[in-house]
């Protein structure tokens, strides 16, 4: 069963400042299956990225997706206020499962 | 406007069995690349994906979990319920249903109902 290892477990950096989050997977994935998601306290996950690259709708271009393989990567340019969260990625196809990983928290610094 | 709503009791008592709906609306459960999959959260922790059915009515199910759940669809009520048994309290989380469309050459999960608090306690 394929495993998504998040990290790092936790990023604490201030407004403005860029944020880079890691997903690596236990084997080859299809990038067309990766996604990303935002989940802030007491609220619904949120689709961020679809396709490992391509953001959903409404989402600002701050956020951005790349990799390929095993290694993926979520980086939000400029970090608002709102972007505080959680962070999960997530693999559909391999098994035939979906998985998740187990999560960044980015915390204001 | 796409929405999913579940619905189900708060609270259930060990090794009793769950039923829980997911109705949805703004999309059919019979389109082409369209499903509804059941994602839990327990309490302060991550997101783990249960199973998921399809408008053709391919399902599929968690490996580590795969005897304890039950996914199933009703397209003209526009309901997916989900049945659980032997309910054990580290079954307590927030029950997620999640529309998982898959277009080309991706699939993802775009839309989120609010979730439901299940409980597991005697």
Redesign the interface.
Known sequence: ?IVLTQSPGTLSLSPGERATLSCRASQSISS??L?W?Q?KPGQ????LI??AS?R?TGIPDRFSGSGSGTDFTLTISRLEPEDFAVY?C?Q??I?????????TKVEIK | QVTLKESGPALVKPTETLTLTCTVSGFSLSSTGMGVSWIRQPPGGALEWLTHIFSNDEKSYSTSLKSKFTISKDTSKSQVVLTMTNMDPVDTATYYCARIYCSGASCSLDYWGQGTLVTVSS
Do not use: D, I
């Not at chain 1, 619904?44 to 689709?47: A, I, N, Q």
């Not at chain 1, 098994?95 to 999560?103: A, D, N, V």
């Open positions: 069963e067309s299956y996604a998601y989940q619904t996950p949120r689709l679809y396709g391509s959903a999960y997530q559909y196809g098994s035939p499962e979906l998985t998740f990983g187990g999560g």
